[in-house]
């Protein structure tokens, strides 16, 4: 604990991004939080191997540490961030300080949606805890929600929009019809997407968010490599466009739901009626929105990512072991994943959900007929159809066939694609994009 | 403190609308809340005058109680719930429980509003917290995101949507072009405004909610009378369409804002672009958005009202009771309004804001001329003009001439529509509507 009861120490373990901007917040804008807690939080060591950016930052050399035991040993140190992110160094780094009875705040999503029950149950052995609200979500305080918002609630559904990158991404493309190398190409430019950013692209880092929040949200423990994911690297500029003609956005939705046989959670492009609250979310912007048997909708927005949101998540989470909130929640609550079951998740093939098909066929009569009598067969209705007067000169690719369809279990839908594409008159493979409706209000 | 370390004994003062949803979560659903809190909340009195709602509701005819003394003086009793509303009465009921050592939850927003900081001093005297989630926007966790998610943050402004009936009925009036009074009369039949809705529709209730939330933001007292608050109640369907046309969606909006020279807080119609995501929330939804320092821009979204996501935030803020968070943030945070000072509170004549104006003037030429100039000696600019053609047969009212101006203080605004209406061309009280701008990120 800190020296004195209103003073608490704390330590940052990697001054990148984040680290330098939670250290900025505890040192530039010190006064600011003080008045607001009504205590101190005094940062005490900044421990890294290059401290180019924290120079960069203007932070006190003399917090500059390049050996992590350094903070470890400080007694005046009461909670460790862990920045550093990656898994198995900042693995070590958080059971080492849980050892040495330190509080952990980390922002590692990858590492607790694969490890959060193990080093949850390590640090509750240790009687200490562990804050993660800047794992999720940015500056939005997606995590006190669920776990203190809405205590009182049954939680039903979740729909997320999670990773900045791929929505400024899907928001260029939707705005601006244009193609996604293209668009990624500008996100790079701008520096809102890495210069690898297949974690992002791909729904990975999405995913991870989702298993941490769905964890919260329904008190089970969620196994991160059964949820399926798919990113926003395969998407044609013309569904997203074809979307927008029918009243839809496409949006990389992470969705986890309530079933009566269990869980089923996800990671996909998908497309959202254009009157959904999460429709209107763009660029960097994230949100969650939250479906609770009491509460009815909620939803949380802000800023996903980016240096200051989320070293502010920190530094919440810092002063939250100050109040003593964080560590009664930890050690009270029987919602973390260390204490709960198993999540039994489902299938992918269970999912039943409406889909947006393009079929590419060729421009013939019956073409409609031999679709529909596949789809038929498998108990997959039409909703809607969408075709618009072919092109002058036919290239011989086909032209597109856009069918909305009702309600449908994915594994139907999936094997009735494969039936479609075997079709003569089909030119390419068919595209398959989810429509997600509004989760229903049980109030 | 309840029996047992595990269990905590409540109370529910009034069985009301919110008072009866409170007392079904607790009872109906107390499994659900006991697993996700790792205690129970036992329900031990459901007091009021009359049971009808009550026993409407199945309640346990047992917990009825027709003496608030009957439940002060229960031992197992931890947490009173207030719920009855109004101001004197509730007030006394309040600090009777306090006095006999219970903490408080309450839903009570004009009573926070005029003695929040008297009755937390009191509290704080006896060694109590007070819990009031339930007073701003219903189910929307809005006072634990100012005082425990943002807490790393100097917060500079706060735009609410925070009364559902009238959100109601502005999105009725956008929506279908449909007149104030027609609106009120289908939101009166569907259950969604009161049969007296004066202190939603003038903008009271709001300005409740906003000198509560205010007071966190800040960390300042705020002085309710202070606060200058227009209602929906005067607008005209004619000046929601003309601003539609030029891009802008009519709110009511609660606003505050630190200025260098102090808090400038308002409820007032506003026009806010359609970019914003405020301008999105429709029917009776809620919302706030808060810009703070580090965390930029974050919105939380949800139902305002209702007996579910009401009495859903009473619950949570019971459970916090007994988790020991809010007991810890009530007696260790500095931003409750007993324990800071006093705001300094622009009057409205100082506000900077760009302005709608609506003109009916006599259609003939020099007019614009005319209005320019009067504008112009006080230094406003007209950033837009709309006026359509005439209609064809003039009935003497004059023709809408609408302006836009570029930001101006509202005193000079409101001086120089006092002159225009003086002109001879004009033909009845110019119409002034604020248009809200986005407010600046600082990151």
């Known amino acids: 604990m800190g020296r004195n009861d209103s003073n608490t120490g704390v330590a940052i373990i990697g001054c990148g991004t984040v680290g330098g901007a939670a250290a900025t917040l505890l040192t530039r804008d010190a006064a600011t939080i003080s008045e607001r807690l009504g205590a101190d939080l005094e940062l005490r060591h900044v421990v890294d191997l290059d401290f180019a ?19 470890l040993a400080d007694e005046g140190v009461s909670v460790v961030a862990e920045l550093i992110g990656g898994i198995d160094t900042a693995r070590e780094i958080i059971e080492q300080a849980i050892r040495a009875g330190k509080h952990v705040v980390t922002a590692n999503k990858a590492l607790l949606a694969h490890h959060g029950p193990e080093l949850m ?51 260029a493309m939707t705005r601006q019809g244009a193609g996604y190398a293209e668009t990624l190409g500008e996100a790079q430019k701008r520096g809102l997407a890495e210069a690898d950013p297949t974690l992002d692209v791909a729904g990975v880092d999405s995913a991870h968010k989702l298993a941490i929040m769905a964890a919260l949200a329904f008190g089970r423990r969620v196994d991160f490599d059964s949820i399926p994911v798919e990113g926003i690297d395969t998407l044609h500029a013309c569904d997203v466009a074809y979307g927008q003609e029918l009243g839809y956005i496409i949006k990389l939705l992470a969705i986890a739901e309530r079933r009566s046989e269990g869980l089923s959670l996800r990671v996909r492009p998908a497309f959202i009626s254009r009157e959904h609250p999460l429709a209107w979310v763009s660029g960097p912007f994230n949100a969650v929105s939250v479906y609770a048997h009491a509460t009815g909708h909620t939803m949380y927005y802000g800023r996903g990512a980016g240096d200051m949101p989320t070293g502010s998540a920190v530094v919440a989470d810092m002063a939250a072991v100050a109040v003593g909130t964080t560590t009664s929640q930890f050690e009270r609550l029987k919602l973390w994943p260390d ?4 999540a039994e998740q489902l299938p992918v093939e269970s999912v039943e959900s409406r889909y947006y098909l ?86």
Chains 1, 2 share one sequence.
């Open 121 to 171: 149950a390590l640090a509750r052995e240790r009687g200490v805890c562990i804050g993660f609200e800047a794992s999720c979500g940015g500056g939005i305080p997606i995590i006190r929600a669920l776990i203190d918002g809405l205590i009182a609630n049954r939680i039903d559904a979740l729909f997320g929009i999670v990773n900045g990158t791929c929505n400024y991404i899907l928001t």
């Open 358 to 443: 393009r079929m590419m066929a060729e421009d013939r009569p019956g073409v409609l007929a031999k679709v529909a009598a596949v789809l038929g067969a498998r108990d997959i209705s039409i909703r809607s159809v969408l075709q618009h007067e072919p092109p002058e000169a036919d290239d011989g690719d086909g032209v597109p066939v856009v069918i909305t369809t009702h309600a449908a279990a994915e594994g139907d839908v999936r094997r009735a694609i494969a039936e479609v594409d075997a079709l003569d008159v089909i030119k390419a493979p068919t595209v398959c994009i989810a429509i997600v409706d509004e989760h229903p209000e049980e109030l």
């Open 53 to 71: 950016h924290a120079r960069e930052l203007g932070l006190d050399e003399k917090l500059f540490r390049d050996d992590l035991q350094q903070a």
């Open 339 to 342: 204490l709960t079951p198993r």
